[in-house]
């Protein structure tokens, strides 16, 4: 969450190009999967313009599905709290269990599969997400604005955010899916989960807290 022009597309697209993608380019139902996709968000933005939608081929009358950005490995949805509640809504499914279901069919979203999202603090028609959206992600952070000297140097090169097309992965997509199933096979030992538990009931009853974590938020801290 920022204003405008603090480098936060930049940086999502730094993180995507930081994973080798090549070993996990087509879906278990033989279709090619985009590495990154980008959703620039408006308030005229659909449901459909995100997941999909269903067609009819004029040739054969057969219906034929066409995949909406959110299939990709790495998906940003820029500003997203410029799209009205019925859009955003659009994403619940696909960032709690990986999956989208479209007129009754429910399509898997392959790993390694992220969501990033940016925002924008100040602005006319601004949306603010609903808890159960926000309680969806893993983290939250504000870029601030950078220090003279490096603002100085964001000038001089006329304001140019492609400097994230010269870096190399250093990572392979298999590796990200071994590590998020050696995630599951960790042991937490009972204290350290009442203590988990315990400092997420203390944020329902704080008076400081507008909002207190849900059960989920207790699952994603010990994870």
Known sequence: ADSHGVGKTSLARALAGSIDWKERDVSSEG????????????????????????RIDTTSSDLIFTRGPIFAHFVLCDEINL?????????????????VTIEGKTYHLEDPFFIITTMNLKGAHLFPLPA???????????MG????DDEEAIVKQHGRDDGWQSFKPVVQASEIIEWQQLVDQVT?????VHYIVNC????????EVQ???????GVKVSR
């Open 83 to 99: 799209l009205t509640p019925k859009t955003q809504g659009s994403f619940f499914q696909a960032m709690e269990e990986q999956t």
């Open 211 to 217: 909002t207190g974590g849900s059960p989920r938020t």
């Open 200 to 207: 997420v009931r203390r944020t329902r009853t704080h008076p």
């Open 145 to 148: 604005y950078p220090n003279p």
């Open 188 to 192: 937490i030992h009972d204290e350290i």
């Open 31 to 54: 279709v090619e999967v985009e590495p990154f996709s980008r959703i620039q968000c408006t308030v005229d933005l659909l449901p459909q313009d995100i997941l999909g939608y269903t």
């Open 132 to 142: 159960p959206q926000l309680d969806r992600f893993m983290i939250q952070l504000s």
